[in-house]
């Protein structure tokens, strides 16, 4: 499907550029809309989406796809004036990190307007081939797959769910590691120890600790924060690693290490083929950061 008019909402911002660039090299026409005063696209318009100007229908005018590159709050805020000047066969995609209240909006105001939702499971800053995206789609036998064929073009692997599938996933490759790497940090700053003392003498799993906490503290904390605070899923998840702390310091304090062993057994199992593959990714990392010292 060949030049189609696409408009990016939020196009400034790092998922908005990633795809303006994806589409607009694929053929197809990008417009840009974000609220600083310009734009690397060839057509741009700078709006508040939270205050958009009375003449936006012109800027929809012909356009068969509008792409949501906003957090979710602002997202679902802009999709009633956004519905408002279009036709109900425009498509609407979501690049929100967690996709069922916008879609369950989306629906609530609009029923048959057709939604597929986007999210790259990596920075916009690094090289797409071979990367993983999920595609959420309403059904399996999605209509827009000239969207697929765009992302594979450019050798990005596609997994396709569904949204609510897609949030109870995202609660887990997301909400968890970085809710424990926050909490690493949090701790490692309640610690008087001598940062430097620390990083003379850190072993592998340590430096690789510190290595993820610091990509996350170079970037901008506004991910982090909708990550933890977007995702409906996020409460119980949190909750979910204070049980599980609590109950290695009773194993511990009670110095049953049977349970701890037992426990060991039952990770290895829910691990299952897949423990001597992430086994192998410990072992490249840890002679990276030897070979490195």
Same mark, same amino acid.
């Given at each position: 499907? @060949?030049?189609?008019?696409?408009?990016?909402l939020g196009? @400034?911002?790092?998922i908005?550029?990633?795809?303006?660039?994806?589409? !607009?090299t694929?053929?197809?026409t990008?417009?840009g809309?974000? =609220?600083q /005063?310009s734009?690397?696209?060839?057509?741009?318009?700078?709006i508040?989406?939270?205050? #958009?100007i009375?003449?936006?229908?012109e *800027?929809?005018?012909?356009?068969?796809?509008?792409?949501?590159?906003? +957090?979710?709050t602002?997202a679902?805020?802009?999709?009633?004036?956004?519905? !408002?000047? *279009?036709?109900?066969?425009?498509l609407?995609?979501?690049?929100?990190?967690v996709?069922e209240?916008?879609?369950? !909006?989306?629906?609530?105001?609009?029923?048959?307007? +057709?939604?597929?939702?986007?999210?790259? &499971?990596?920075?916009?800053?690094?090289?797409?081939?071979?990367?993983p995206?999920?595609?959420?789609?309403?059904?399996?036998?999605?209509?827009h797959g000239? *969207?697929?064929?765009?992302?594979?073009?450019f050798? &990005?692997?596609?997994? =396709?769910?569904?949204?609510?599938?897609?949030?109870?996933?995202?609660?887990?490759?997301?909400?968890? #590691?970085?809710a424990?790497?926050?909490?690493?940090?949090?701790? /490692? =700053?309640?610690?008087?120890?001598?940062?430097?003392?620390?990083?003379?003498?850190?072993? #592998?799993? &340590?430096?690789?600790?510190?290595?993820l906490?610091?990509?996350?503290?170079? @970037?901008?904390?506004?991910?982090?924060?909708?990550?933890?605070?977007?995702?409906?899923?996020?409460v119980?998840?949190?909750?979910?690693i204070?049980?599980? /702390?609590s109950?290695?310091?009773? &194993?511990?304090q009670?110095?049953?290490?049977?349970?701890f062993?037992?426990?060991?057994?039952?990770?290895?199992?829910? /691990?299952?083929?897949?423990?001597?593959?992430?086994?192998t990714d410990?072992?490249h990392?840890f002679?990276?950061?030897?070979?490195?010292?």
């Amino acid at each position: 499907m @060949n030049n189609l008019k696409i408009v990016i909402l939020g196009s @400034n911002g790092a998922i908005g550029s990633f795809l303006g660039r994806i589409f !607009s090299t694929s053929g197809h026409t990008v417009h840009g809309i974000d =609220k600083q /005063l310009s734009g690397n696209y060839t057509s741009y318009s700078q709006i508040d989406l939270l205050d #958009p100007i009375s003449n936006i229908d012109e *800027i929809f005018n012909e356009a068969d796809v509008i792409i949501f590159t906003l +957090p979710e709050t602002v997202a679902i805020k802009a999709l009633p004036w956004v519905l !408002s000047a *279009i036709n109900d066969n425009v498509l609407i995609v979501s690049t929100c990190s967690v996709q069922e209240p916008f879609y369950s !909006s989306l629906k609530t105001i609009s029923p048959q307007q +057709p939604f597929i939702g986007i999210n790259p &499971m990596f920075s916009p800053s690094l090289q797409e081939k071979n990367r993983p995206v999920i595609l959420i789609i309403e059904d399996m036998h999605n209509e827009h797959g000239w *969207i697929e064929l765009v992302l594979t073009k450019f050798q &990005m692997r596609i997994t =396709k769910m569904r949204p609510k599938e897609h949030d109870k996933v995202m609660a887990l490759c997301q909400v968890l #590691p970085h809710a424990l790497i926050l909490a690493f940090g949090l701790a /490692l =700053k309640a610690n008087s120890i001598d940062i430097n003392v620390l990083y003379n003498i850190t072993p #592998p799993p &340590m430096r690789t600790m510190l290595a993820l906490l610091s990509r996350l503290l170079v @970037n901008p904390k506004e991910i982090y924060w909708d990550i933890q605070y977007e995702n409906y899923m996020a409460v119980e998840i949190r909750k979910n690693i204070l049980d599980e /702390l609590s109950l290695l310091d009773s &194993m511990v304090q009670s110095g049953d290490k049977v349970e701890f062993n037992h426990s060991l057994d039952e990770i290895k199992l829910k /691990l299952g083929e897949w423990l001597y593959t992430s086994y192998t990714d410990c072992q490249h990392i840890f002679q990276i950061l030897n070979e490195d010292k």
